[in-house]
């Protein structure tokens, strides 16, 4: 019997291949666990063709909280680490960049209660010939707050609704929402920093133009290669793609805004159009944001799981 309602993903097989292919693995397993016998080859790699994507996303990617046992205050994600580089790139010569990140929340004033939590801003040195030295600061967003919410970040108690102790009981545990994050708030210090600190010339122009969106497509890209190509096939002919469009200054254009203004994702006829965010201060701006290129990115987890999932939804 199948009964199809909206947001149903598409069978790729009948009802009775699907029901064999599922008792072949419940067979394998429970003779496994009664005789010994070893599970068979051909069942375990496809299952790890099918899950080790999933796992370089989550784990290597993202710096999932869930996947790694991080929190909003500790763990990293090595895909803000890396944006870093992509944020500074071309530099007019080769350099070799050591990238480094850190989960914080990325409202971090010390006066607000409850959390009072210390200023955290991305760094950037030159630690010798041709060598850079990177850090950055990164928030995983799972739930969607707003600036009036949080009082423009002087309500910490909204502010610590983002805290992981309290996703794992405000996100159902059912599938019907993401694993993945909103969202990668990633604060980067800016292109024209890096020129700067690399002695070349460091005009505040060189910020122009959408610096976050091709970070995105690389993480869109990234996620359409990792998959299986049986996946990626299914994606391609089936789903609904996505497609990065121009950066976006938030309205007005201060941190609190930035903070609470999330990783847009808009509908429109043919694809789901992902609009980063973002924040750019010239280095001869206040000293509070000087130097600095915040940017809203897409993690690879999200992009992984729409192509696998979501993106193939019934529209």
Same mark, same amino acid.
């Given at each position: 019997?199948?009964?199809?309602?909206?947001?149903?993903?598409?069978a790729?097989?009948?009802?009775d291949?699907?029901l064999?292919s599922?008792?072949?693995?419940?067979?394998a397993?429970?003779?496994q666990?009664?005789?010994?016998?070893?599970?068979?080859?051909?069942?375990?790699?496809?299952s790890?063709?099918?899950?080790?994507?999933?796992v370089? *996303?989550?784990?290597?990617?993202?710096?999932?909280?869930?996947?790694?046992?991080g929190?909003?205050?500790?763990?990293?994600?090595?895909?803000?680490?890396?944006?870093?580089? $992509?944020?500074?790139?071309p530099?007019?010569?080769?350099?070799? $960049?050591?990238?480094?990140?850190q989960?914080?929340?990325?409202s971090?004033e010390?006066?607000?209660?409850?959390?009072?939590?210390?200023k955290?801003r991305?760094?950037?040195?030159v630690?010798?010939?041709?060598a850079?030295?990177?850090?950055?600061?990164?928030q995983?967003?799972f739930?969607?707050?707003?600036?009036?919410?949080?009082?423009?970040?002087l309500?910490g108690?909204?502010?610590?609704?983002?805290e !992981?102790?309290n996703?794992?009981?405000?996100l159902p545990?059912d599938?019907?929402?993401?694993?993945?994050?909103?969202?990668i708030a990633? /604060?980067?210090?800016?292109?024209?920093?890096?020129?700067?600190?690399?002695?070349?010339?460091?005009?505040?122009?060189?910020d122009d133009?959408?610096?976050? !969106?091709?970070?995105?497509? !690389? *993480?869109?890209?990234? *996620?359409?290669?990792?998959?299986?190509p049986?996946?990626?096939?299914?994606?391609?002919s089936k789903?609904?793609?996505?497609e990065?469009?121009?950066?976006?200054k938030p309205n007005?254009?201060?941190?609190?805004?930035?903070?609470?203004?999330?990783?847009?994702?808009? !509908?429109?006829?043919?694809s789901?159009?992902? /609009?980063?965010?973002?924040?750019?201060?010239s280095?001869?701006?206040d000293?509070y944001?000087?130097?600095?290129?915040?940017?809203?990115?897409?993690?690879? *987890?999200?992009a992984?799981?729409?192509?696998?999932v979501?993106?193939?939804?019934k529209q």
């Amino acid at each position: 019997y199948q009964r199809r309602v909206h947001g149903d993903l598409e069978a790729d097989v009948s009802t009775d291949v699907a029901l064999s292919s599922v008792a072949k693995v419940v067979r394998a397993f429970i003779i496994q666990i009664t005789t010994g016998v070893p599970f068979p080859a051909d069942i375990l790699n496809a299952s790890k063709t099918y899950f080790q994507p999933i796992v370089s *996303a989550f784990v290597e990617k993202e710096g999932s909280w869930f996947f790694t046992g991080g929190d909003d205050e500790h763990g990293s994600s090595p895909w803000a680490a890396q944006a870093q580089e $992509w944020m500074a790139e071309p530099l007019p010569d080769a350099w070799t $960049w050591t990238v480094s990140n850190q989960f914080r929340l990325v409202s971090d004033e010390e006066k607000i209660p409850p959390y009072y939590r210390p200023k955290h801003r991305p760094e950037g040195n030159v630690t010798g010939s041709r060598a850079i030295s990177s850090s950055t600061v990164s928030q995983l967003r799972f739930i969607e707050l707003t600036v009036t919410e949080t009082k423009a970040g002087l309500d910490g108690w909204a502010i610590i609704k983002e805290e !992981k102790l309290n996703i794992l009981t405000a996100l159902p545990d059912d599938g019907s929402v993401y694993v993945s994050a909103i969202e990668i708030a990633t /604060k980067l210090f800016s292109r024209q920093k890096a020129y700067n600190i690399t002695g070349y010339p460091s005009p505040a122009s060189l910020d122009d133009g959408d610096r976050c !969106k091709p970070i995105n497509q !690389k *993480a869109y890209d990234w *996620a359409l290669q990792a998959v299986s190509p049986e996946a990626r096939q299914r994606f391609l002919s089936k789903g609904f793609p996505l497609e990065m469009v121009a950066d976006e200054k938030p309205n007005p254009p201060a941190g609190p805004w930035w903070i609470w203004t999330y990783l847009g994702y808009n !509908k429109a006829a043919t694809s789901l159009q992902i /609009k980063s965010y973002y924040a750019f201060y010239s280095l001869d701006a206040d000293p509070y944001g000087a130097g600095n290129h915040y940017c809203k990115l897409l993690s690879p *987890a999200r992009a992984l799981e729409y192509i696998l999932v979501d993106g193939l939804r019934k529209q």
